[in-house]
């Protein structure tokens, strides 16, 4: 195992560790504690799983898991910021439909394969947005009813 | 025999015709590299709020069926596994399409699944109700054991790393504590307010299994998907039966070990179609021929994996303990309906139970129907690129999980665990069991809390837990399963490599 995907092993298993632990902390702290009766039992098989599984990774014996190369974080990052300003910030504040429709036209720019200086391809990925629009737009809003957040838009 | 009793509302008009959309669509859907059976039914699951509980569960268990033979389709004609179950598939099935015999490997592929799928919706039907009256006999001791065995077995058997499994079922089982306490009205771990009503099931199951692929597919970057689709000859379906006929060691094989396998909670697909594949090698007279397009390859993985989805429902509509992820996906679709599968659930809701299940029976059939006329087309849409598919996927996944109560919060908790998921995922952790252990949660407090407090008043915690002939076997179960996957994984270290371990995960994954 190369020295990348050890350090990420660290990284990953320190952060299950450090909320295992957190979570066996409140649950042995909060009270009341007969409410805290179940989380307690199994956040301490929590905690100690997770830091074992640290412990396994600072040592270099995790055997499973490939980690996250360079390129495919590179690929993916885009992809991600767009996913994460649609779902946590767009959605809600220009409506789902204007939202939903922005971020799968840029989500299709970005992951498409056909040249970007072809007017033909800008004219599909814009055909292709506004027949899945339609789609969403029957499917929830006509059939399912329901109602979306419209904020500033639809 | 009371299903047949039943068998007349799957063909009423509107039960009929779910049953056909799901059939349809879970084969294309299946087709699709990406889309997993567990991850069609997730994102399904938003479209049956409208609909009565049997025509729901209709769609879903014909959408299950179906994705998983579907899942053929391209393993055949593409070289890529519709789903994991497929794997053993590609193996003989794509040599045969490349030697121009892909009409008789999908033909052999459908028939074979149809053949092995009724044989596991039978078995589902005799032994659900001898399960479910025996299951009648079980006290809250015993259910918080059988939470806690759905958990285990599952968090041990579906992951690479036991350890890592049974963390996965901790972090779910955590997840489930999220919100107010049933008893005291006591706050739990709220730490923002999109969770202040607890963790959703069916939002946190569209993000767990949704998200993950999407941004699977969004690190493929801009490449061109290189899958050529292999166009296939006619060939009579007559010879596939007399294949089907002569190549009957396999397909008993395959339908045995599916069956089988099935019934073991946690046990997937995968494991079915490699297993029954590798068997009917054994067994076979003609077993050089296997990896060269061999058909007797394709019956039995085809067999196996469509076999083990009778099974894997059996655990799950008798003691609530889901049998595979798909079977956990099910079990959030029943709840959203208000309907807990247990032992009483043959009782109290015998036409929801029954329908469902013969909808299955007929499901397999239609699937072989249906499968044998649109394996062309979807293998097509198989060919979606992976932009588009992927954009589709997060747009169903952020309306699916609003439409669940309308909330912002339940989108923001998808979203969330999805994306946390995935790098969970790349580090060895696995969706199944902590969705096993989110789901599983409530009924392992719930029992857990009960028995403590009828032990308190009669003999003790201790003496109520780990006594009675019930309880040890269940703690038995538990423990071997840990020991066994212990066992196996020290057993693995010995003969492999760190890079085989990758190497296969990466080809697994």
């Given at each position: 195992?190369?020295?990348?995907?050890?350090?990420?092993?660290?990284?990953?298993?320190?952060?299950?560790?450090?909320?295992?632990?957190?979570?066996?902390?409140?649950?042995?702290?909060q009270e009341p504690a007969d409410a805290f009766i179940f989380p307690r039992l199994i956040s301490s098989v929590f905690a100690v799983l997770a830091i074992w599984t640290f412990a396994k990774a600072v040592l270099?014996?995790?055997?499973?898991?490939?980690?996250?190369?360079?390129s495919a974080l590179r690929n993916m990052l885009p992809g991600l910021v767009v996913t994460c300003l649609y779902v946590f910030w767009a959605a809600k504040a220009l409506g789902f439909y204007t939202a939903t429709a922005i971020a799968f036209f840029i989500l299709l720019t970005l992951y498409d394969p056909a040249p970007h200086t072809h007017a033909q391809s800008w004219v599909k990925r814009l055909l292709i947005t506004a027949a899945f629009m339609a789609v969403m737009y029957g499917l929830f809003a006509q059939l399912l009813n329901v109602f979306t957040p419209h904020e500033i838009f639809f | 025999m009371e299903f047949l009793f039943y068998m007349g509302d799957v063909f009423s008009p509107v039960n009929f015709g779910l049953l056909v959309l799901g059939t349809v669509g879970g084969l294309i859907l299946g087709a699709t590299p990406g889309l997993s059976p567990t991850m069609a039914v997730a994102l399904l699951i938003p479209f049956t709020f409208?609909?009565?509980?049997?025509?729901?569960?209709?769609?879903?268990?014909?959408?299950?069926?179906?994705?998983v033979a579907g899942g053929a389709v391209s393993a055949i004609l593409l070289k890529i596994p519709g789903a994991p179950a497929n794997i053993a598939t590609t193996l003989d099935g794509h040599k045969m399409a490349t030697k121009g015999e892909g009409a008789k490997a999908l033909q052999v592929s459908f028939l074979a699944s149809a053949i092995g799928g009724v044989f596991g919706v039978l078995l589902l039907i005799f032994l659900t109700p001898v399960l479910a009256q025996w299951a009648l006999a079980f006290g809250p001791s015993h259910l918080f054991w059988l939470a806690i065995l759905g958990v285990t077995v599952i968090g041990t058997l579906d992951s690479s790393s036991v350890v890592k499994g049974l963390l996965s079922g901790c972090i779910g089982l955590w997840l489930a504590t999220i919100g107010f306490d049933d008893i005291m009205g006591a706050q739990r771990f709220i730490f923002h307010p999109a969770v202040s009503g607890g963790i959703n099931v069916i939002p946190a199951l569209i993000g767990l299994f949704a998200i993950p692929q999407v941004i699977t597919m969004f690190t493929k970057g801009r490449t061109k998907d290189t899958a050529e689709v292999i166009t296939v000859k006619k060939h009579p379906i007559r010879f596939a039966f007399i294949e089907i006929f002569k190549r009957k060691t396999a397909l008993v094989i395959g339908t045995l070990t599916g069956s089988i396998i099935g019934l073991i909670p946690g046990v997937g697909g995968q494991i079915a179609g490699l297993?029954?594949?590798?068997?009917?090698?054994?067994?076979?007279?003609?077993?050089?021929?296997?990896?060269?397009?061999?058909?007797?390859?394709?019956?039995?993985?085809?067999?196996?994996?469509?076999?083990?989805?009778?099974?894997?429902?059996?655990?799950?509509?008798?003691?609530?303990?889901p049998g595979s992820p798909t079977a956990a996906v099910l079990l959030g679709g029943l709840l959203i309906h208000g309907i807990f599968p247990g032992p009483d659930l043959f009782m109290n809701y015998p036409q929801v139970a029954w329908t469902f299940i013969d909808s299955m029976l007929i499901g397999q059939i239609l699937m072989c129907i249906f499968g044998l006329y649109i394996a062309g087309l979807a293998a097509r849409?198989?060919?979606?690129?992976?932009?588009?598919?992927?954009?589709?996927?997060?747009?169903?996944?952020l309306f699916g999980s609003y439409s669940v109560q309308h909330s912002m919060g339940d989108v923001y908790v998808m979203a969330t665990l999805g994306i946390a998921m995935y790098f969970l995922e790349r580090f060895g952790f696995s969706a199944a069991p902590l969705v096993l252990g989110l789901i599983l949660g409530p009924i392992a407090e719930a029992n857990f809390i009960q028995g403590s407090m009828i032990a308190t008043a009669t003999i003790g915690v201790g003496v109520y837990f780990f006594t009675g002939w019930l309880n040890w076997l269940l703690i038995c179960i538990v423990t071997a399963s840990i020991g066994y996957s212990i066992w196996m994984e020290v057993m693995m270290r010995r003969y492999t490599t760190k890079d085989e371990a990758i190497a296969k995960e990466e080809a697994l994954s």
């Open positions: 195992m190369t020295d990348l995907p050890r350090n990420q092993h660290i990284i990953a298993s320190g952060v299950i560790a450090a909320i295992g632990t957190s979570v066996a902390y409140i649950s042995f702290t270099g014996r995790t055997k499973v898991g490939n980690g996250i190369s360079v | 409208q609909l009565e509980p049997q025509q729901g569960l209709i769609l879903l268990g014909a959408a299950y069926t179906s994705t297993v029954a594949y590798d068997q009917s090698r054994k067994f076979s007279r003609e077993s050089e021929k296997f990896g060269t397009g061999h058909s007797e390859g394709v019956i039995a993985a085809e067999s196996a994996n469509n076999a083990m989805v009778g099974p894997s429902l059996v655990p799950l509509l008798t003691l609530s303990i849409v198989a060919q979606v690129p992976r932009a588009v598919m992927a954009s589709i996927v997060l747009g169903l996944a």
